[in-house]
């Protein structure tokens, strides 16, 4: 869980490149390049602009090691606790494809946060600031206010076709290393 705080934190300035880059497309790009897009937000919205939505990345890298794990052991478990299912790549399958889908439920209302933090902007010295939101609790319940919350799983089938496979090939190649005993 805190590999993935720490990596989701010092990697935040990409992400947020990338969200801008797909709301906004060349628009963010300054120069035309990926490099003049970092130049462009640092310049107009200070440092600070580049870890805009740290805050829910990390949440979200918090909760999806905290919600895989935790789901793939327990139906695991459960699966061999009843008999069902023996010890097999299959039972691996259906784990992983249960706990992929118990972290998209927990983790696509923080994307949806995450995603508008990083998107909106706060020009230096509040010039033109378009800023909505104060801090990812304020979007949180702003999003389910005015949109409801079933807008808070904006993108979810899109993210379960991201995580789903991911943690499949994940839980699948760490059970069959598990086997090899090194």
Known sequence: MAAGVISSTIANPTDVLKVRMQAQGLACMGNGSMMGAFMTI???????????????????????????????????????????????????????????LAGTVASNPIDVVKTRMMNQ???????????????????????????????????FIPNWLRLGPWNIIFFITYEQLKKLNI
Request: with cysteine; net charge positive; aromatic share 8%.
């Open 121 to 155: 902007r706060a020009l230096k010295n509040n010039q033109n600031a378009s800023t909505i939101y104060k801090n990812s609790c304020d979007c949180l319940i702003k999003t389910a206010r005015h949109e409801g919350v079933k807008s808070l799983y904006r993108g």
């Open 42 to 100: 640092a310049q107009q919205e200070g440092t600070r602009g580049l870890w805009r939505g740290v805050g829910p990345t990390a949440q979200r890298a918090a909760v999806v090691a905290g919600v895989l794990l935790s789901v793939y052991d327990w139906s695991k478990s459960k699966a061999l606790e009843s008999e069902l299912l023996e010890d097999t790549v299959f039972t691996h399958f259906i784990c992983s494809f249960v706990a992929g």
